[in-house]
C-alpha cells in the first residue's frame, strides 16, 4: 500500500521559499501521476501542480512562474519548489500520488504552509 509523506512546510515571510517533499513507498511510483494540492481555511481543494511518470508538469495558473514540481523515481520523492510566497498561498499543501488505467489514488496527510510576516 502507498504510504505518503510530506515534509517541509512552515512559517515563511512574503517573497520567500519553501522547498516541499513528498515521500512515497511502493514500487508502483514511477508509474503514477503526482500532484500537489492545497486547501486554505474555508475554501476547496486545489490542484497546484502534477507531473507526469515521464517528467511532464503542469501548474496551476496561481503559481505559475513561481513553483516547480520535479520528481526523482530513483528516490520515490516528488518535490514543490515555491518561490516568491504570498500571503495568499497559505494553505495545508497535500501531495497526492495517482494513476488512471489500473486505477489508483493516495493522498498525503498535508504538511501546513504559511505565509506571514
Known amino acids: 500500500q502507498v504510504q505518503l509523506v510530506e515534509s517541509g512546510g512552515g512559517l515563511v515571510q512574503p517573497g520567500g521559499s519553501l522547498r516541499l517533499s513528498c515521500a512515497a513507498s511502493?514500487?508502483?511510483?514511477?508509474?503514477?501521476?503526482m500532484g500537489w494540492y492545497r486547501q486554505a481555511p474555508g475554501k476547496e481543494r486545489e490542484l497546484v501542480a502534477t507531473?507526469?511518470?515521464?517528467?511532464?508538469?503542469n501548474f496551476a495558473d496561481s503559481v505559475k512562474g513561481r513553483f516547480t514540481i520535479s520528481r526523482d523515481n530513483a528516490k520515490n520523492t516528488v518535490y514543490l519548489q515555491m518561490n516568491s510566497l504570498k500571503p495568499e498561498d497559505t494553505a495545508v499543501y497535500y501531495c497526492?500520488?495517482?494513476?488512471?488505467?489500473?486505477?489508483?489514488?493516495?493522498w498525503g496527510q498535508g504538511t501546513q504552509v504559511t505565509v506571514a510576516s
Open positions: 511502493g514500487s508502483a511510483f514511477s508509474i503514477n501521476i
Open positions: 497526492r500520488s495517482y494513476h488512471i488505467s489500473p486505477r489508483s489514488d493516495y
Open positions: 507531473i507526469t511518470a515521464d517528467g511532464r508538469p
